[in-house]
Each structure stands twice: as structure tokens, then as C-alpha cells.
């Protein structure tokens, strides 16, 4: 004002100011309808319009109000329609979160695209996939099998079905070695190998080759064709009836340890019926045996049409094996000594083994080969009745049922096709009990049991959680369903036996689906199916609500739908301030996986998102894009962490350049 006198001061500022209140003033729902909408979310805008009075923050609770009016307008098809809706942000605000964005030219905005950011996420979501696999892993490095794994290759060849495939079963008594031999045929740990009899009891099959031919093995349990005191086997089997039986009559335990040696064999002799060569092994090192003898005979009598290979196991020194093996030549079959711990004599038998198959015809791969079959594993605590349920859906006796704890032991993988005509696979598992429990027992079997059920549930599409009606939801149900929702795998809640709750009525079910809500939080979203295995009872609606879980775990969202679904939940609940000011921004979603679905979040900073409000956001993606029965993972990317560090990508500009959801 250099220059101008005081009176000619005061006379410019009155008329400055009469000027400015003389225009008209600006009709602010006019121009919403007239105008862009997100042009109107400028700060400019906002403060040229003549609001008579308005602080600053009723300003900010105007445009709060404008874009949720605004965003029930939008139809965001894709982001390039977006990206330039958000080109200016409001100073002030962007001061109080922490500054601005600094070194990028506005045109850079148009030359990046939401592939790097898909690319971005794609690698988040497999980082983390990696290190929860690592961690689950660390926690069940409790029990790790002690057992050779197979160092060779499969060979480039025809993808044959496992149903098509010619089976050599494994037979033998307890403890010479079967299973041994069973893992060194199809290569892994497939099944529990412990220095004690009667471990194995259901029959488990795995795929093998040599050469150029494949095979299907199978392991039985060990045959006991002689008559035994029922002490004798109980000490033979393995058998405690104490373990979770403090409910079952004394007479009942009697009889079902009277009957688990013919259940044994009846699954032996399934295995026999089924196979097209018989593997008939025998300890080396204990000799010849009366047991022994009279499964030679029973061989020699039922099936002398198939062929038979005895295979003298344990015969680890080559020149004492042969000795060993020749005590076995009174049975009637040329005695073959091999070691299955070491493998040697191994290559040999592989040799007679496939000299008997039959070659198979050329077999023609067709469309439906390359179908996804997914897995279903059945898990819960010990006598829930999971074998029930297996052997209801495959309509067959598959797996032994007994009131016995720790009947089953291994996984036992069932191919089963549905009335549509999809296959799954089916996984029967030893029932969990507690860590505590299983320690205080000092049962290396029954480890190794719970450590096969934790890998069922690992390699399995979704989870059955068997749960008993009577007792309902107790802590071990819980600690399990904490593992499945880990795993982050789909899920359906089986209440089994529900025909011993008296007098059921519709508010009955009610009742008690919300008690199991109520208690199993964790898994708010499985779907619950309530069945009788025993006569067969609802049990196919436990494959239509697993078809059902499955759909949706293989299910994606486009990224357009994503974003507007984030952007509306902001808008309707930011996420809360720090005590310094700062704010969380949502920049850009995708969704980076499936099985389970994952979806990556491009965020200012992941410190300033709660665990409230991400429950928040998950809460709202499942109300408004679904996804029942199959957990989802969220996973927040920060920006601002990886400019500190210095590792800024291409990514991380993009993120920073995209427009925001707040």
C-alpha cells in the first residue's frame, strides 16, 4: 500500500468487499445436477461458493455429504474412468496426514497402469501365503516322520485316472514292514511308520511308477489268522480301551476289541479282491512264522489265479538276506530279499511287479481329465463319528467304524463323484485331541495321527468339522476350527448324531444353531448341516453344501465392483483419526488370489487401519459381494513404510498416484 494515502485505503477495501457480496450467489444443488460430480469435491470449489458462515469443518462435513450422495450416482466400470476424479487434493488435509506426494509430474498418472498394481498384489498375496505355510509348519514341528522320501522324478507321460490304474496290494502280519514298503513305492510318508504292530488298519492307496508304468499300491493292515486271547489282541493291536471311552459300557469296549481283528482283515481281504498282483511280506530277521504259514495258505486257496510275490523284508546285508529269504522257500513261492528302509532288492521287485500288469491301452485324454477335483477333508475331535460319514457318502464300508478311540490313523484319501457328477476327493482323519492330552499319553502313534490330520486339512479345499449334538461346541472344536480359519481354507460345520437330542422342534435348531455361533465366532461364516450318519440322515447335504463352499472359494470379483464396494464403505465410515492428525487412505484394491480370496489393499500407511475397522471392511465385503462358507484374507500394502526404507517401485508410485477412497 506504498504510496495510497489512508483515506484512499479505506475507500478500495469497502468497495472491494460491496463488490464480492453484490454477485449472486451460487446455487449449490444446481450445480450438483449439472456439473461432474467429483468436481465439486475440490477444496477450490467448495470455498469459491458462497456459503455464508461455514467453517472449515462444516465445509469438510459438506463434501462427506456430497460424496455419499455423489457415489450412489457413480457406475465406476473401470479405473481409467476414475483416474483423474481424484487429481486434486486438499492441501490442509493432505498437511495434517503427513504431507504431500512429491517428485512425480501429473502426467505420469495416465502412463501407469492397474496391471503393475495387479502384478504388486499377485506377489503380497503369495508372501504371505509362504510365510503362514512356514509358520503352520514350524508348529506341527513337534511330530515330524522319521522315514526315507523318495529322491526320484516322475517321468513326462500319459495322465491316467487313478480309477484306471492296475493295483498291487501289500500283505502281510503286524509289524514286518508293510508300510515301510508302501512309502518307498509311491515316495513320502503317505503312511505312519512306527516300531510297534497294528499302526495301520484301513486300507491306503498311492500312486506309483517305475518306468514307464504306473500302478496304484495298497497298504492293509496286519492280517491275524489265528486265534488269540483278547489280551493277546489288545497287546498285538495297539488297543487301549480307556482313551476316550469313559462313556461306552464295559461290554461294548469288550466286543468291539473282540471284533477289530476281523475288521482288519475284512479290509485286507478287500484290498486282495481288488489288486491284480499280491505283495506277500515277511520279516527276514524273525524268521519263519505260524502266522505267516497261514496266510500263505489262505493265498495259495482264495487266489492262485492272481499272481504272488514274497518279498523277505528286512534283509539289509545282501549276502545274509539270502539266507534269511531261503527259509521261506516251504511256502511255495520264490522268496525275494529286500529292505524297504534302504531300498536295496527295491528295483528288483519293482521289475516282477510290472512283468505281471497288464499293459494298458492307449488311453485317450479327453476334456474331462483336466477338471479340478477338489478335496474334502473330515475333521473333529476322537468318536464324532467321522468314518460314519465317510462310509454313508461313499455308500460303502470304506473305512473301519468302531467305538474304539483311535480307530482311524492314517488320512484315507475316497474318490467320490456327486449326483452332478463331480468328483471330490474325500479325506477320513484320526480324531484331534488336545496338544497336552496327546504328550501326557506318550503315544508316538497317535502324534503322528493328529500330524497327518493338520496335513489333511493343509492340502484340502474345504474342511468338514465334525461336532458331536449332545456335547455340542467344546474348547478342543474351537482350537480346530482356529486351525481351518489359519489355513484359510472353506468350511461347513457337520452337527453329527443330531437324532440323539429329544424332542426337536423347529425353534430347537434355532436355539441351538445360535449357541453354535455364539461359541464358534471364528467361523460366523460356515454353514451348518445337521445329520445322522449312522442311518444315512442328511448326510448328502453335507457334498451340496461343500459343492456350494467350493464355488465361492474359486470365485473372483472384478476390480471396478471391489473399489466401489471400499469406496462406499469409507464414505461411510472413515477410518479413525491418530491423536497426531493422521488419517488412513485406501488408494487402490484388487483382488490378488482365490482359494482362499485375497484381496490386497494400497493403502498411505497400514499402522493407521485398526483391527476394528478391518474387521469393518471385511464385514461390509461379505455383505455386499458374499462369499459364505470360505474365509477371506485382507491384506493392507503400505506405501509410506516402503519409501522410508528407500525401495520405492514403480508399484508404490502407482499406488500413491491413484485416486483415493476418502
Request: charged share 30%.
Amino acid at each position: 500500500m506504498a504510496g495510497v494515502s489512508p483515506a484512499t485505503h479505506r475507500w478500495r477495501f469497502p468497495s472491494i468487499v460491496s463488490v464480492f457480496f453484490s454477485l449472486p450467489p451460487i446455487n449449490l444443488p444446481q450445480i450438483l445436477s449439472t456439473c461432474p460430480p467429483l468436481f465439486l469435491l475440490s477444496p477450490f470449489t467448495l470455498r469459491s461458493s458462497y456459503v455464508p458462515r461455514a467453517s472449515y469443518h462444516e465445509l469438510s462435513n459438506l463434501r462427506r455429504k456430497t460424496l455419499r450422495c455423489t457415489l450412489r450416482r457413480m457406475d465406476l466400470v473401470a479405473l481409467e474412468e476414475v483416474e483423474g476424479d481424484f487429481e486434486e487434493v486438499d492441501e490442509e488435509e493432505e498437511e495434517e496426514e503427513g504431507g504431500e506426494d512429491e517428485g512425480f509430474e501429473e502426467n505420469e498418472l495416465s502412463e501407469l497402469k492397474s496391471l503393475t498394481l495387479d502384478e504388486e498384489a499377485c506377489r503380497t498375496a503369495r508372501k504371505y501365503a509362504l510365510s503362514l505355510s512356514q509358520e503352520l509348519d514350524l508348529e506341527d514341528g513337534t511330530y515330524k516322520d522319521k522315514g526315507e522320501k523318495w529322491k526320484g522324478k516322475r517321468p513326462l507321460g500319459r495322465n491316467i485316472p487313478d480309477h484306471l490304474l492296475p493295483r498291487v496290494a501289500i500283505v502281510g502280519r503286524p509289524n514286518v514292514g508293510k508300510s515301510a514298503l508302501f512309502n518307498r513305492l509311491v515316495g513320502g510318508n503317505r503312511a505312519i511308520v512306527v516300531d510297534e504292530p497294528g499302526v495301520t488298519r484301513d486300507r491306503l492307496y498311492g500312486r506309483a511308477f517305475w518306468g514307464d508304468r504306473d500302478f496304484s499300491v495298497i497298504d492293509t493292515g496286519g492280517v491275524l489268522t489265528f486265534s488269540k486271547s483278547q489280551d493277546d489282541v489288545k497287546e498285538e493291536l495297539a488297543i487301549s480301551t480307556a482313551i476316550g471311552m469313559e462313556g461306552i459300557p464295559l461290554a461294548f469296549r469288550e466286543a468291539a476289541v473282540a471284533r477289530m481283528p476281523s475288521m482288519i482283515e475284512k479290509q485286507a481281504a478287500t484290498a486282495v479282491e481288488e489288486a491284480s498282483v499280491i505283495i506277500f511280506i515277511v520279516d527276514g530277521q524273525a524268521g519263519l512264522t505260524v502266522a505267516d504259514e497261514e496266510i500263505a495258505n489262505w493265498l495259495r486257496k482264495n487266489y492262485s489265479t492272481k499272481p504272488i510275490i514274497l518279498a523277505v523284508n528286512k534283509c539289509e546285508s545282501p549276502r545274509k538276506g539270502l539266507m534269511q529269504a531261503s527259509e521261506f522257500w516251504s511256502f511255495g513261492f520264490t522268496p525275494l530279499p529286500i529292505s524297504a528302509i534302504s531300498g536295496s532288492g527295491t528295483g528288483d521287485l519293482l521289475e516282477l511287479v510290472c512283468s505281471e500288469l497288464k499293459t494298458i491301452e492307449d488311453f485317450h485324454t479327453n476334456e474331462d481329465e483336466n477338471i479340478y477335483v477338489p478335496s474334502i477333508s473330515i475333521v473333529g475331535r476322537p468318536n464324532v463319528g467321522k468314518s460314519s460319514i465317510l462310509n454313508a457318502l461313499v455308500g460303502k464300508y470304506r473305512t473301519i467304524v468302531s467305538p474304539i478311540s483311535g480307530t482311524t490313523r492314517d488320512a484315507i484319501d475316497t474318490e467320490f463323484t456327486g449326483p452332478d457328477g463331480q468328483k471330490y476327493m474325500l479325506i477320513d482323519t484320526a480324531g484331534i485331541r488336545r496338544r497336552a492330552a496327546v504328550a501326557s499319553g506318550g503315544s508316538t502313534t497317535e502324534a503322528l495321527s493328529v500330524n497327518r490330520a493338520f496335513r489333511a486339512i493343509h492340502r484340502s479345499d474345504v474342511v468338514a468339522l465334525v461336532i458331536e449334538a449332545m456335547p455340542c461346541i467344546t474348547e478342543q472344536d474351537y482350537r480346530i476350527a482356529e486351525r481351518i480359519e489359519r489355513e484359510g481354507k472353506g468350511c461347513i460345520i457337520v452337527v453329527n448324531k443330531w437324532d440323539t437330542i429329544p424332542k426337536k422342534t423347529q425353534e430347537t435348531t434355532t436355539y441351538y444353531e445360535q449357541d453354535v455361533r455364539e461359541k464358534l465366532r471364528i467361523l460366523s461364516w460356515a454353514p451348518i448341516v445337521y445329520s445322522t450318519a449312522t442311518s444315512g440322515h442328511s448326510v448328502e447335504k453335507i457334498i451340496d453344501a461343500a459343492s456350494m463352499v467350493e464355488r465361492e472359494r474359486s470365485r473372483r470379483v472384478s476390480t471396478s465392483t471391489l473399489n466401489q464396494v471400499v469406496r462406499e464403505a469409507v464414505a461411510f465410515k472413515p477410518p479413525p483419526r491418530t491423536r497426531g492428525g493422521k488419517r488412513g487412505r485406501v488408494y487402490y484394491s484388487t483382488q490378488a488370489a482365490i482359494r482362499p480370496p485375497t484381496f490386497v489393499f494400497f493403502v498411505n500407511d497400514a499402522k493407521l487401519f485398526p483391527d476394528t475397522y478391518r474387521r469393518y471392511m471385511e464385514k461390509q465385503l461379505r455383505s455386499n459381494v458374499g462369499f459364505p462358507g470360505t474365509p477371506i484374507r485382507l491384506l493392507w500394502r503400505s506405501r509410506r513404510k516402503a519409501e522410508k526404507e528407500g525401495k520405492t517401485s514403480d508399484t508404490e508410485k502407482t499406488a500413491s498416484l491413484l485416486p483415493e477412497a476418502a
